[in-house]
């Protein structure tokens, strides 16, 4: 379960993807099969949660993790490396930024 508290020493990730509305779906759907098949079973994975804007252009993921490391792995991961260019086809772009809670408000 997602639990947002700067007291936890977990690694937020943000990645926003840049789609189009004939694209969101699709992207939508790479990306619940793979947290489904491989994301969620890796070291550290906590929880994740998707969002979609109203227009259907951007997708926001906001994932938490053990520690940076546990991120930086799955990234590597030969299956995450074929699924990644897959997604990446399909979008205009993706980056996925590293943050840490401050406050929650």
């Given amino acids: 379960m997602l639990t947002i508290s700067p007291d936890r020493s977990h690694q ?3 990645t926003t993807f840049e789609v189009t509305p004939g694209t969101c779906a699709d992207v939508l759907d790479l990306l619940s099969v793979a947290y489904r098949e491989v994301i969620s079973k890796q070291p550290g994975f906590i929880a994740a949660a998707l969002h ?3 227009a259907q252009t951007r997708i926001a993921n906001y994932s938490q993790w053990h ?3 546990d991120f930086l792995a799955m990234l590597r991961t030969e299956e995450m490396r074929a699924r ?3 997604i990446n086809a399909l979008c205009k772009g993706f980056e996925p930024v ?3 809670v401050v406050s929650v408000l």
């Fill in 52 to 54: 979609v804007n109203d």
């Fill in 67 to 69: 520690a940076r490391e």
């Fill in 84 to 86: 990644n260019r897959d």
């Fill in 98 to 100: 590293m943050y840490d």
């Fill in 12 to 14: 937020t990730v943000l």
